[in-house]
């Protein structure tokens, strides 16, 4: 699947948070790629930014918090002052640290079968396989057990929740301040577990699009200076400026519920998505006030 044709002012942000088009499914069965590939990867990514003036990346460990990217920019405003104009979720965490720690291998070197999962304990139960797919594509599916990072994007721009991220610019405001909360889940087979469709309901309040179910109780949120992500940056920086605020603890949320939101919701979301390689060069990492 990929994303709806964006309008002429949203193509050159075709790439923002670099959605891959399909998804990133534990189903699947794929051939890991070699250290070297991703080390291979790494000194391109090094070898394309430097001195070329990029600002500070994503994704990163938000146990670490050094770094020495010198690019300032200013941080966005609280997400409860701005517009939610997108949620999506990529299949095993794109940050590591807090409750997702545990590697999931180098996957395909195009952001599948990669990222890092949550290192808790599931009952039997909680890991009982389903009867159906859930967000199907050709690299598999999604399954009781695996892991996902939610980003509920924000935009300080007239936005408005919709099926692209172009959505998170408008013709008034092409440069608006971005922030994206994310938080970990563990897909459970548990009616009692989280409902995504709540915790992705949005609504207006105070004449703002928000998404007002976002946990409040998986730790206090990592807050830093990043940029976009996704595999399409695995080699070449992010031109994008992002307020990130990862929240550390994994909820367990219901895949039975992840599955209905997926088959029904106002971003055209139907799957998973890849991840971007975690970025650990610390010039391209910006320091985080403890």
Not at 100 to 119: C, K, L, R, S, V
Not at 125 to 140: A, R, Y
Request: aromatic share 8%; glycine share 8%; proline share 7%.
């Amino acid at each position: 699947m990929t994303k709806r044709t964006l309008p002429v002012l949203a193509t050159a942000t075709a790439a923002l948070f670099a959605l891959n088009s399909f998804a990133m499914a534990a189903g699947a069965v794929h051939t890991a790629v070699s250290d070297d590939v991703i080390a291979q990867q790494r000194a391109a990514l090094a070898k394309n930014t430097e001195s070329a003036g990029f600002g500070p990346q994503a994704p990163r460990d938000i146990d670490s918090v050094a770094g020495t990217n010198h690019r300032v920019f200013a941080p966005a405003p609280a997400y409860t002052q701005m517009n939610l104009c997108d949620i999506h979720f990529h299949e095993n965490a794109e940050h590591r640290g807090g409750e997702f720690t545990h590697y999931a291998g180098n996957g395909d070197g195009h952001g599948y079968d990669t990222g890092y999962q949550y290192t808790g304990q599931l009952t039997p139960e909680e890991l009982k396989p389903l009867d159906h797919p859930v967000g199907k594509t050709e690299h598999g599916d999604l399954q009781p057990g695996d892991t996902i990072e939610a980003h509920f994007v924000y935009s300080t721009a007239q936005a408005k929740p919709g099926p692209t991220l172009g959505t998170c610019l408008s013709d008034a405001i092409s440069n608006p301040q971005l922030r994206v909360e994310a938080q970990v889940f563990v897909l459970v087979n548990d009616p009692n577990a989280l409902d995504f469709n709540t915790l992705a309901d949005v609504e207006t309040v105070n004449g703002l699009y928000q998404a007002p179910n976002i946990p409040t109780d998986t730790g206090t949120p990592v807050v830093y200076a990043g940029s976009t992500t996704g595999p399409g940056y695995d080699e070449t920086g992010s031109p994008y400026e992002v307020t990130w605020s990862v929240h550390p603890k994994v909820a367990r949320v219901d895949i039975n519920s992840v599955d209905k939101w997926l088959g029904h919701n106002v971003f055209e979301e139907d799957h998973a998505h890849g991840v971007r390689n975690l970025v650990t060069n610390p010039a391209l990492l910006s320091q985080i006030d403890q």
